[in-house]
Nanobody
Framework: VQLQASGGGLVQAGDSLTLSCAASGRSSSTHALGWFRQAPGKDYEFVGGINSNGARTQYANSVKGRFTISRDTVKNTIYLQMNSLKPEDTAVYYC???????????????WGPGTLVTVSS
């Protein structure tokens, strides 16, 4: 399985940005996918996850109401729409695949390379 994330960049507080993650591989279409992030000097943080058919999502409290995850099951690509961005959202964002179809993504079997999101105040 390969995960390829894109869409990071530098934005101002209050702006919006969309990340995408294209998943390829034999089993990726039947697994939950989602996002983690790591801010400078901090641990990895779960951002959100979406199940294989896109019907269920789960979010961290820190992003709930501002971030939305969606999934194109034909392209097997997920998107992270980030609105009302804050400086504390600055981090490297990683796409990940769950071992099963669990939106909490608590058993990761594949990680993609990160994409940097910087939010200036």
């Amino acid at each position: 399985v390969q995960l390829q994330a894109s869409g990071g960049g530098l934005v101002q507080a209050g702006d919006s940005l969309t990340l995408s993650c294209a998943a390829s591989g034999r089993s990726s279409s039947t697994h939950a996918l989602g996002w983690f992030r790591q801010a400078p000097g901090k641990d990895y943080e779960f951002v959100g996850g979406i199940n294989s058919n896109g019907a269920r999502t789960q979010y961290a409290n820190s992003v709930k109401g501002r971030f939305t995850i969606s999934r194109d099951t034909v392209k097997n690509t997920i998107y992270l729409q980030m609105n009302s961005l804050k400086p504390e959202d600055t981090a490297v964002y990683y796409c990940a695949q769950d071992q099963f179809d669990t939106t909490s993504l608590n058993r990761i079997d594949y990680w993609g390379p990160g994409t940097l999101v910087t939010v200036s105040s």
